[in-house]
């Protein structure tokens, strides 16, 4: 069955065994532990809060440890949803367990010369800062903190502009004529900026300064007690030595390359070990006992109750859990498991429901193939996806369903495309007439829906009207199954008699089938059933709508108003018209792309514009039109197929295993 029936499970084991026994648990992989609310005063919760706190802390260091490590060599085990997480056996798993504490030290290690060669390379940036502002006063050859001597006083610092010596010197006298004695030598310059060493005697110093000032004099933002190029030098030496011990560190965390892997399984140890002391939050505990209870699907509860008693001493009840809102494992074939996380983009199933999931991967897969309709892009989209699928052979579920849903829908595509006759649109015709003067033609085996794209229109209604009554026939069975037979009459009954009576009159209309480039018509006997059928339909909905009220005014106006529900059918059946619309945007931006390539001519040329183009159209062309296809094939899933019968609201089956980044490890009870 598409959902793997649930069962309760209940364990009552000794306290002692609590550590081992959930360890056995998360292995498997089997039960999602529910929580239960504390109701007996001999039965109490351990609050755990603060061991996860250490436990994720720890994750964290191993983490980063791995990934300072990572900087320095060249990991060629980078874990990808393509590749996969590497498994390993559990005897593996407990001999990296015991060497926890040493690769724990080694990541405190790692951390530690990381951060340290962080320090000191702060430090050389702002050494080389310090040294950058001293440059322009290499050539000064006195303490740039002289501030003068007991008869004068020195001025060290900037002019805002560019200046000679003269010039200072020019401009201080304009402005301040009546300093006589003093000296301005100029260090250095730059674009906007003149470095100055002024000194007067000491009563004209308030004069000389004022001037100066006038001329944007600024002192220096660093200055030094030694001479400037002693004190560069100095830094210099600095540099050197941070740099030794920068390189001392690099060689010292280098050492731990042989470390990486397991400082990676160390982050997976300790997230393992926070999911469980998690789990041992949920649990009841005496004294010396605890209490454990959850789900298992039942093809698994037998096996591990038995395992459980073999290995330990403990209690276990397996009991149904039909009277319970239990999870949702969903167990389809190869087929149909692939659309299984479409479904839970939407919802899960709930209490009651079927698995919609075989039904819609047939109709995903037509439909898909039909917006996309070109049998090249089909064949690169199969392609892709296989190579993907049997190179990596270990990537994870997830992305291994997405590759499988693509590689049926580029199959799909495929076949359209042939029954269509397109292959890069046109491009087989183009090419032949323009580069080898004769036209090839491959025929389509149907149809060429651009040149009948009415005829393409009919069949999209043709199949919209098959989708949605395949919704209503999952409604029926799913009223049956909850043994609801008159609910089967009224609210599904009702409907294929209303909404296919309806369709049935209309293909009895001359008018109609010729819209619908039909080249038949039905009989009028058909038409006279047709009616029938629709008289019993509206008239099952108008007394029926309305049944659960009590009050019959009510109860006639809920009828008519289920009645108006025909009006979702039929724009339900036009919203399938993006069939055609998608597949003809597909065909005919194919067709302007091979037109343009083809403008150049059939020289060398034209030769190299035209493959440009193509290349360069038809990457577009698919990938824009994939992401269409994809986009409108969920949405007719979501809103007109699951609205014929599908509510939702399940929740996951969750059960409790290892979730880990880097490393998986598999029993064979396991559900992976």
Known sequence: MPIAPMQKINICAKKKDRKKLLEFLQIMGVVEITD????????????????????????????????????????????????G???????????????????????????????????????????????????????????????????????????AGDYEQDKVIGRIKELSPEVENF?????????????????????????????IKKLGFAYPAKSTKKLPIEKMNQIDEKIKSLEAKIAELEKQIKSYVGANNALKFLCDYYSIRSEKYNMISKLLHTKHTFI????????????????????????????????EVSPIFLKNTAFASPVEPVLESYSLPGKGEVDPTPVMAVFYYILFGLMLSDAAYGLIMTFGCSVLLMKFKNMESGIKKFLRMFL???????????????????????????????????????????????????????????????????????????KKYKDILYDVISWYLLVGGGIVYLLTVPMMTNLLALNFILPSIVAHIALLAISLGIILIILTAGRDSKNA????LKGFYGLYGVTGYISDIFSYSRLLALGLATGVIAQVFNKMGAMA????????????????????????????????????????????????????????????????????????
């Open 183 to 211: 000296a301005v030598s100029v260090i250095s310059k730059s674009m906007d900026t003149t470095y100055i060493f002024a000194i007067c005697k000491i009563e004209d110093a308030e004069t000389l300064e004022n001037a």
């Open 85 to 159: 997480r590497k498994a390993i056996s559990t005897q593996d798993y407990y001999a990296f367990v015991d060497g926890a504490e040493e690769i724990m030290r080694i990541g405190y290690a790692i951390i530690k010369a990381e951060e340290d060669t962080l320090k000191y390379k702060n430090k050389i940036v702002n050494l080389k800062v310090e040294k950058q502002a001293l440059k322009p006063w290499e050539n000064l050859d006195i303490s740039m903190r002289l501030t003068g001597t007991k008869c004068t006083r020195a001025f060290i610092g900037t002019l």
């Open 292 to 323: 454990l209870t959850g789900f298992i699907p039942e093809n698994n509860a037998e096996n591990l109750k038995i395992l459980l008693e073999e290995e330990f001493d403990l209690a276990v009840e397996v009991s149904s859990a039909e009277n």
């Open 408 to 482: 049926y829908c580029g199959i799909s595509t495929t076949f359209w495309g042939v029954m269509f006759g397109s292959y890069f649109g046109d491009a087989v015709e183009v090419i032949s007439e323009v580069f080898l003067k004769y036209k090839i033609t491959i025929p389509a085996v149907w149809f060429v829906p651009l040149r009948e794209p009415i005829r393409m229109l009919t069949y999209s209604f043709g199949l919209g009207v098959v989708h949605l009554f395949s919704g209503l026939f999952l409604k029926l069975v799913q009223l049956f199954k909850a």
């Open 553 to 556: 005014f009510k109860r006639l």
């Open 36 to 83: 239960i609310a504390e109701n007996d005063d001999h039965f109490k919760k351990i609050d755990t809060s603060r061991s996860m706190e250490i436990f994720a802390e720890n994750a964290k260091i191993a983490a980063d440890a791995s990934r300072i490590l990572s900087k320095y060599i060249h990991d060629k085990t980078k874990v990808t949803s393509l590749t």
């Open 601 to 672: 001519g059939s020289g060398p040329v034209g030769i190299m514009v035209f493959i440009f183009v193509f290349a360069v159209g038809h990457t577009m062309n698919i990938g824009i039109n994939l992401l269409g296809a994809y986009v409108h094939t969920n949405r007719l899933q979501f809103v007109e197929f699951f609205s014929k019968f599908y509510e939702g609201g399940g929740k996951k089956f969750s059960p409790f295993s290892i979730k880990t980044k880097y490393y998986k490890i598999k029993e064979e009870l396991g559900n992976e």
